[in-house]
Structures are given as C-alpha cells and as structure tokens.
C-alpha cells in the first residue's frame, strides 16, 4: 500500500483553504471552524480535506481573546447575580455591568472569552506546498498508528533511530545489510506478538520525523487497519515535510571532545558515528572513529562511557568484551566504577571526570 499523496494537482484548494484561514485572521477560533464545516468553494477530495483541516487545526496559531473583565470573574458575578433574581438576562447584565463599568456588550463578550473557540485565529502555514508535505506526513504517521511491526532498511542515522526506539519503549533488532553501513532496523511493540495494539504507534509515527534526513531508506510497516492487513511502504524521496535535524552529538562532553581533539591532531579525521561493530549476534555503535589521513591503516573506535545507568554500562562493555577489538579506546567517567574486569582485555582505558581530555587520547593512539 501506498499512500495517495498529496502533490501540485492538490494545490489549488489547499491554496482556497489557506485564504479561507486568511479572512478569519483576527476573528474567534469558533467562527472559522463553522465555515470549515461548509464546502469550500472548489472541488475538494472529501477524505484529504477532512485531513487537511484536521492538520491545519494544528499548524496554525491563536491569540487569547483579550476581554474587558476577566472571564471567570465576569461568570462568577453574572451566575451569582442570575441566582438572586429572576430578572431577564439582559437586565442582569446591565446591573452587573454598570457595577464593573463596562458596557453590557463588553461584559457578554467577556464570559467565555477563554474558551478555545473564543481564541483569535493568528497565523498559519502560507504555502500550499508546505500545507501538502505536512498533510503527508500526518497521513503516514495516521497509518503507522496501526502499526504493529516497522522494518526499515537504512543508510545513515542509524544510532538516532535505534536510541529513539530504545526510549520510547519499542523492541529493536538491528541487522547489518551489504557490509557497506546499510542496516536493517526490525521495530514493534512489546505486546505486538500476544495481541494488535496501538500503544507504540505514536513512538513508530515518529520514526518518520527522523528518516527523513537518512541518505537513504525504505520502510515496510504492517498495519492494522478496520479489521484489514494492509502493508504500508515509504521510501526515499516520497513528499513528506522532514523532521528536525537530529542531534549531531548524543551530550555536550561527545561535542568538546571532538572539537578539542581536531583542533590538537589536524592530521587525524574524527568520525562521528561509525560503520556498526558486530558483537555477540548484535551491533554495536561507537562514538568515534578516528583515523590517521596519513596512514588510514592506523584506526581507533572510540566510545565514551558517560552519564549511563548501571544496566546499561554493564551491557554494553559486555557487549564489547564479546567483540575482542584490538582499536577500542574507552574513555570511561570516573563515576561510572567500572572495575578492570568489567572493561574488555585488549580495550585501553581513558579516565575522566567533567570532560575527556584530547591530550590523553591522543597519547593512545600515538602510542
């Protein structure tokens, strides 16, 4: 299954959308929304213009409703005078509002100002093309909510995504492709083999967000549908908005470190995330690779062991343990109390505390 995207032959009644939004720019929320509910005057495709609303609602920005009284204020003087007469409603107005010294009119608009249909429409999206790529995305997020199993074969990116998995509670299994970096991510949710759930779907639509900036990638989901199996694909360089840029560096001591040591050995690249290890029937990501550009024989996988729980120190030195790398250098925080026996035998060792000193490093490797 692929999704019936929306391209330039939807862009004239995005663009009627869009300047349907611009008359009511400065008028209640409550007064757009009824004019949604009425045809526009075009032809629309009554699925994706459902859709189209539905993520405009999102994209698109409102101002509080500024009133003369506050709203709970004005509620609670008009109910508890409402409770003491049995005045008609206008006349209750008046009495409340001359106490105030607002007009009757500032006082009835001031009742539910703060109700969200109240809020003043502001800005939204002002490209019919950006308006498209984000009712993509929302389209395939929208199926990948009914997802119970993802596998995504990928080129680059690949630590974000597998890190992404791992906090929001997906099961991952990554498997190398080609031998030349490509991987295979297997996601889905804990519960996905005992019964169909959309608990994880949210976590697996936002996989989307950070596929969009892999050189290259294919996904294959299994969803679940009103009763049907359908099987939804997305590849590289389908119109769907990217995401933003993923975080070049996992904390502010992989950061220093890099930038220290370019600066202290111009004649060594450093390379962020590496092709993966494989170690004990899984793959390993390291931080860095560093490589003499003289002698490229001469290469070093590093890996700083920094603010990790316990569980997760223990089972990534064991997992390098299992790999026997004889170019593993481990720059392991001094609050980590990682003992020798824990760290791999042929692994050298670089202390730190606050921040990895380049000079040490360096030291290794010129060793």
């Known amino acids: 299954m692929v999704p019936h995207f929306l391209g330039e032959h939807d862009h004239h009644w995005l663009r009627v959308l869009i300047e349907e939004h611009e008359r009511f720019i400065g008028r209640p929320q409550r007064e757009?929304?009824?004019?949604?509910?009425?045809?526009?005057?075009?032809?629309?495709?009554p699925v994706k213009l459902r859709l189209a609303i539905q993520v405009f609602a999102r994209l698109q920005r409102s101002v509080r409703n500024r009133s003369a009284v506050p709203p709970r204020k004005a509620r609670?003087?008009?109910?508890?005078?409402?409770a003491l007469t049995a005045s008609p409603p206008s006349l209750i107005l008046s009495g409340v509002a001359?106490?105030?010294?607002?007009?009757?009119?500032?006082?009835?608009?001031?009742?539910?100002?703060?109700?969200?249909?109240?809020?003043?429409?502001?800005?939204a999206p002002a490209s019919p093309g950006d308006l498209a790529l984000r009712i993509n995305l929302a389209l395939v997020q929208a199926l990948l909510f009914h997802a119970s199993r993802v596998r995504i074969d990928v080129e680059g990116n690949t630590?974000?995504?597998?890190?992404?998995?791992?906090?929001?509670?997906?099961?991952?299994?990554?498997?190398?492709?080609?031998?030349?970096?490509d991987v295979c991510l297997e996601l889905s949710g804990?519960?996905?083999?005992?019964?169909?759930?959309?608990?994880?779907?949210?976590?697996?639509?936002?996989?989307?967000?950070?596929?969009?900036?892999?050189?290259?990638?294919?996904?294959?989901?299994?969803?679940?549908?009103?009763?049907?199996?359908?099987?939804?694909?997305?590849?590289?360089?389908?119109?769907?908005?990217?995401?933003?840029?993923?975080?070049q560096y996992d904390s502010r001591i992989e950061e220093r470190f890099a930038r220290e040591f370019r600066k202290l050995a111009p004649e060594w690249d450093v390379v962020r995330e590496p092709e993966p290890i494989h170690a004990d029937g899984s793959l390993i990501f390291p931080d860095f690779a560093l490589q003499c550009r003289a002698n490229p024989a001469r290469r070093w996988l590093l890996e700083i062991v920094g603010f990790w729980t316990p569980e997760y120190v223990a089972q990534k030195l064991a997992r390098y343990r299992s790999a026997r790398l004889s170019n593993l250098i481990l720059c392991?925080?001094?609050?980590?109390?990682?003992?020798?026996?824990?760290?791999?035998?042929?692994?050298?060792?670089?202390?730190?505390?606050?921040?990895?000193?380049?000079?040490?490093?360096l030291r290794v490797v010129d060793a």
């Open 32 to 45: 757009l929304d009824a004019r949604l509910r009425e045809p526009l005057p075009c032809e629309t495709p």
């Open 76 to 82: 609670a003087l008009v109910f508890e005078a409402a």
């Open 98 to 123: 001359g106490t105030l010294r607002v007009t009757p009119r500032e006082l009835s608009d001031s009742l539910f100002a703060d109700l969200p249909g109240e809020r003043l429409v502001a800005g």
């Open 159 to 181: 630590r974000s995504l597998v890190r992404h998995a791992k906090l929001r509670g997906l099961i991952c299994f990554v498997t190398e492709r080609g031998g030349k970096g």
């Open 190 to 247: 804990p519960f996905a083999l005992f019964r169909k759930t959309r608990l994880y779907g949210h976590a697996l639509g936002e996989i989307i967000l950070m596929l969009t900036w892999c050189p290259r990638f294919r996904l294959h989901a299994e969803c679940n549908l009103r009763g049907r199996r359908l099987v939804l694909q997305l590849r590289t360089g389908d119109p769907v908005v990217p995401g933003s840029a993923p975080r």
């Open 332 to 361: 392991i925080d001094e609050e980590r109390n990682c003992t020798n026996a824990d760290l791999p035998a042929s692994a050298r060792v670089v202390r730190f505390r606050g921040h990895v000193d380049p000079t040490a490093v």
